[in-house]
Structures are given as structure tokens and as C-alpha cells.
């Protein structure tokens, strides 16, 4: 793109690397005649937090596979690649010189996703007075306007009542007023354990191509101290792909989706997971629209009720609602630390090296693909890290560096209120807090694990098992009221105190050791 004025240009659309879609609002309400497009791969952007490899390869190659999108259907785009033009490290930088260079009469964006950038746009704006045009992000189904007021008259807010709101204001899964088969919700059905014998697809994979390969050579020689594993790389990276990828998972997964939604297993990274939500965030991929998809789907036969509900719960039920909470708590909420805890993150957490088979199964596949799917963060690694009490920040940042899909707004309220109750109960009604015993019912790692999942104390004793009953102890008051704990309280209460005193000495044991390591 050349930098001179060009006459006929008045406006100036900022998309972001999470918004490559020629739907999102800053373009639909644009004349491609008189706008230029701008895109940037900066650094502030590629290192708040260390990311993994995989996920600044991603978004990068399918940034700039949308710019070439974008020119074919008549778009002008200014793209700057990452060490192009040296000056330019954040989004500010890029807007002053858009405004230095082609003299816009208006700056147009759609609302950016995080709070730090919707900061950073809020203090250009008081900069320019008049000049930037922020638009909402219509990709949600939900506006944080709506929210707020949803929420603000509930003293609980639950998510299970706003899905219900999501499903009557979508009519996905509806008969009139009432939902499709009778219930709102098939979970109870969801929760099966996984056998090794079934047959698992693998997520539609594709081979890099030129552009690519270019962004891989980059993050090759840029990044590479950053965590994770860049090759092999298989992710879609454009439109098309990023649909055939879906497409596949509806014929080839869904149907069994529902059963083994809570499943894990050491062999199958995937089970029958979409392996989408790295697409959906950046804009690859539709959320209506895929949900649309998945009732068509239980309409024709082709999967069953418990599968679709369960699938279109999570997008228009839980994906709308963690966003809710993020704008309606923002900036406060990175502070919340209900259990006052401040341990530092584990550094196995970085490398997986550790004796924990769970544990360093998934950081392991975490650092090969970039991926792992709910249970695995939030009963592996976030269970743990709540239960050894860990800095409700450290977790944090480091579910945001890890994960391909991992951006702050869907990452925040999952980490902090559903993995750690660092928010006290606001986005989830318990601790998810476990012991081995809920590992070993849904998974096959305790079997090739040097702990013994049965033992409760002692050096062979499963870790988990004493930490959870040490939590459980240390955190009596804040959680004995709690309805949905009054099952451990009653089992912590008949515990005799030397039961309880060898609890103590092997968590007390272990954490030295980890301390030390
Ligand atoms: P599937 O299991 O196939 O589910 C389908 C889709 O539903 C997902 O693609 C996702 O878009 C949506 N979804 C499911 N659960 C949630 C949820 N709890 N919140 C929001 N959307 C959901 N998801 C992210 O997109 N980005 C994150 O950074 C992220 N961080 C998380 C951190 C923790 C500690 C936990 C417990 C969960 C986190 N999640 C995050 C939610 C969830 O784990 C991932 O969306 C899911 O694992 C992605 O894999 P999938 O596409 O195979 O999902
Ligand atoms: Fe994890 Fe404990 Fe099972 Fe080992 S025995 S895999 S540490 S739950």
C-alpha cells in the first residue's frame, strides 16, 4: 500500500485480529470506495502475554489470508506486517499514522473485544475529539446493554435462566414458547466416561500454503522462545476452511458429542470436541449461524436432542454469558481473589514435566496443539491450581498465553469465576474442586500414573485427594454455607482429626516440595 494521501479517501476502518469477517459492523456500514481498510501484526499485540506459538501463527496467517478476502471483493487494505514498518508497536501507533498519512475525516472501528484495547481506543478518542466512529460488535447474540440489565436485576445470576432468554430471543431449539423435547437442558444425559475402543474422528486438519508457510518461517525466528509447539500446523486459517473444518465435525462428531462431552482420555486429544472455538473468536466462523446449523442437523435425524442442545448451550448460553459477566465486571474483576490465595504458578505448568499423569498429559497436548477442551482446563489444571491455591493472575495469564482460542473476554470469567470461584460464587454456583476420584470415574489417566488414585494420604496417595480435603478444610467458612457443597461438609465433619492431621502432614509434604522444585 502506497503511503501517499490518496484523495478519495474519508474513511479509515480498523479491523482487529479477532474480527476477519466482511459482516463485522465497521465494514458492513462502509462504501468500499471512499474507505481504506487498515490492518497491523504489532508487537504490544504478539506479546502481552507469551502466547504459543501456534496461536500468533494462527492469527496472523488467517489476518492476512482475510486482507487478501477482503481485496477480492474490492476492498483498498493497508496491511503492515510484524517488523515492517519498526514504529508501530501498538494500536495507537497505527491510528496516528493513519491520521498523519491519510488525512481520514473519520476513523471507523467495531468495539474491540478486550478491555485493554477498549481503553486504549477510548483514550485516542479523547485525543481526536470527533474523529473515531466505534460501532458495536454485532457478532454477539447478546449486547452487553441487555445484559446489564438482565443482570441487574438479579441478585443470583445464573446462566442456565439467560440461556433460557438466549433460546425464546434465537428461537433455536423451540416449540412456540416451550423448548423442543420438553426440557431446557439435557446435561444429566452428558457425562458419560469414554472407552479407548470407540472410534474418534480427528479434527478436518489442512497443510499450509505459501502465505502460511511465511507466517510459520516468522514465528520460526521471532517467537522462538515462546511456549508451545509450532509444527505440525494444521489449523484453517480462512473462511472456507474454517466451515469445511465444521462441517465435518456436524457429520462426524456431534452425534456423539453430548454423551462424551465431559470425557478424557490420555490417547485422544479431541474426542468428539469441535475443535472451533479458535474460529469462532476471530471471526472465521458465525455463531448464530453454526448453531442454525447444529438444529438443522436434530431436525433431518442426523443427531440427537442431547448432542444439539448440549452443542448450541455452550455458544448462545455459556460463550454469550462469560462475555456478560467480563463487560458487566470489568476492569474490578482481574482483582478478585476470594480466597486470598498467592501462590506462584508451578513452572511444570510451562514445561508438563511433572509425575502427575493428568497433569502432564494436558499441559503436554496444551503445548503440541494449542488445544484442550473444557473438562481438561477446568478440572485438570484448574482444579489443581485452585487447590494448591495458586494467584488467581499467574492462572490467568497463563490460560491466556496457552490456548489458540484464549482471549480475555471468554478467558477471564472461565478462569477466574468458573475454575478458581476467585469471583466468590458471582459466574459459577460452586468450586469446581475435586478429588482423584472424579478423574479416575471420567478419564484413563490414573492407570498409568505412579500415584494410587485410591490411597487418600501418604507419599503413593493421589495428590489430589489430600489437597481436596485440605481445601475443603481450609476453606470452611467461606464454604459451608454453600448448598451445593453441603455433601463434603457432611463427610469433612465425620472426618476424625487424625484423619484430618495426616491430610495436613502429606499436603503440607507435598507443597514443600513443590515450593522447592
Ligand atoms: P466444544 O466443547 O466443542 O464446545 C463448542 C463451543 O462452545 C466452543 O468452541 C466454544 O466456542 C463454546 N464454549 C464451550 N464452553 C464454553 C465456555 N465455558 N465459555 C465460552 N465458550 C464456551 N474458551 C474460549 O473460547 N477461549 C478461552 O480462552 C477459554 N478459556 C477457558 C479457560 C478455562 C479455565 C476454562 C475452564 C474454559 C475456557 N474456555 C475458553 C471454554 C472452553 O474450554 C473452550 O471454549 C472449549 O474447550 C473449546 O474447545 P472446542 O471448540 O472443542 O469446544
Ligand atoms: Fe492425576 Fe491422581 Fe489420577 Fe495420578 S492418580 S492421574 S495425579 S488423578
Excluded at 504478539?46 to 489476518?63: G, N, Q
Excluded at 498519512?101 to 473485544?113: C, D, K, V
Excluded at 479416575?440 to 503413593?460: A, F, L, T, W
Aim: charge should be negative; include cysteine; glycine fraction near 6%.
Amino acid at each position: 500500500m502506497s503511503s501517499k494521501q490518496s484523495p478519495s479517501i474519508s474513511t479509515v476502518t480498523l479491523v482487529f485480529g479477532d474480527q476477519l469477517t466482511p459482516a463485522i459492523s465497521s465494514l458492513s456500514d462502509s462504501d468500499p470506495d471512499s474507505t481504506l481498510v487498515l490492518m497491523a501484526e504489532l508487537p504490544a499485540e504478539a506479546s502481552y502475554v507469551p502466547h504459543h506459538k501456534k496461536k500468533i501463527a494462527f492469527v496472523f496467517s488467517a489476518m492476512r489470508h482475510f486482507a487478501e478476502e477482503l481485496r477480492t471483493l474490492g476492498w483498498r487494505v493497508a496491511y503492515y506486517e510484524l517488523g515492517e514498518t519498526p514504529h508501530l508497536n501498538t494500536f495507537a501507533d497505527v491510528l496516528e499514522m493513519a491520521l498523519a498519512t491519510f488525512e481520514p475525516s473519520q476513523i471507523r472501528l467495531t468495539e474491540p473485544a478486550e478491555y485493554r484495547l477498549r481503553k486504549l481506543i477510548d483514550e485516542f478518542s479523547d485525543h481526536h475529539a470527533g474523529v473515531v466512529d466505534v460501532l458495536e460488535d454485532s457478532r454477539f447474540l447478546c449486547s452487553t446493554e441487555w445484559f446489564n440489565g438482565w443482570l441487574g436485576k438479579r441478585k443470583q445470576p445464573r446462566m442456565e435462566y439467560f440461556y433460557r432468554e438466549m433460546r425464546r430471543q434465537t428461537d433455536l431449539l423451540m416449540d412456540g414458547d416451550k423448548p423442543v423435547g420438553g426440557k431446557w437442558n439435557y446435561d444429566a444425559a452428558n457425562r458419560s466416561a469414554a472407552s479407548p475402543d470407540l472410534v474418534y474422528p480427528v479434527p478436518l486438519q489442512f497443510s499450509p500454503d505459501d502465505i502460511t508457510n511465511k507466517v510459520l518461517e516468522l514465528v520460526d525466528g521471532e517467537f522462538q522462545d515462546n511456549f508451545g509447539e509450532l509444527h505440525p500446523f494444521w489449523f484453517a486459517v480462512d473462511r472456507e476452511q474454517a466451515e469445511s473444518a465444521f462441517e465435518y465435525f456436524v457429520t462426524d462428531a456431534l452425534p456423539l458429542f453430548g454423551d462424551y462431552q465431559d470425557a478424557m482420555l490420555s490417547e485422544q486429544r479431541f474426542l468428539f470436541h469441535s475443535v472451533i472455538s479458535h474460529y469462532l473468536n476471530i471471526g472465521l466462523l458465525d455463531a448464530l449461524t453454526i448453531c442454525k446449523r447444529v438444529e438443522v442437523a436434530y431436525f433431518d435425524g442426523l443427531v440427537p436432542l442431547n448432542a444439539a442442545e448440549g452443542f448450541i448451550r455452550q455458544i448462545i448460553g455459556w460463550r454469550e454469558y462469560v462475555r456478560g459477566i467480563y463487560w458487566s465486571q470489568m476492569p474490578a474483576y482481574l482483582d478478585q481473589n476470594y480466597f486470598n490465595v498467592k501462590r506462584s504458578l508451578p513452572s511444570f505448568y510451562w514445561s508438563g514435566d511433572t509425575d502427575l499423569h493428568c497433569l502432564s498429559k494436558c499441559i503436554g497436548q496444551t503445548r503440541q496443539e494449542a488445544y484442550a477442551h473444557h473438562i481438561q482446563r477446568l478440572m485438570i489444571t484448574g482444579n489443581f491450581a485452585m487447590l494448591i491455591g495458586v494467584d488467581p493472575i499467574e492462572i490467568h495469564e497463563w490460560y491466556l498465553a496457552v490456548y489458540a482460542d484464549a482471549y480475555e473476554w471468554v478467558e477471564l470469567p472461565n478462569t477466574l469465576g468458573m475454575s478458581q470461584f476467585a469471583d466468590g460464587g458471582l459466574l459459577g454456583s460452586k468450586p469446581y474442586a475435586s478429588s482423584g476420584n472424579y478423574i479416575n470415574k471420567m478419564s484413563n489417566y490414573c492407570s498409568n500414573c505412579r500415584y494410587n488414585v485410591r490411597e487418600k494420604v501418604g507419599d503413593d496417595a493421589c495428590p489430589f485427594n489430600y489437597l481436596y480435603w485440605s481445601f475443603i478444610g481450609k476453606n470452611e467458612k467461606r464454604l459451608k454455607n454453600n448448598a451445593r457443597m453441603k455433601f463434603a461438609y457432611r463427610t469433612w465433619d465425620k472426618t476424625t482429626s487424625d484423619k484430618k492431621a495426616e491430610i495436613a502432614k502429606s499436603t503440607r509434604k507435598f507443597l514443600t516440595g513443590l515450593d522447592s522444585a
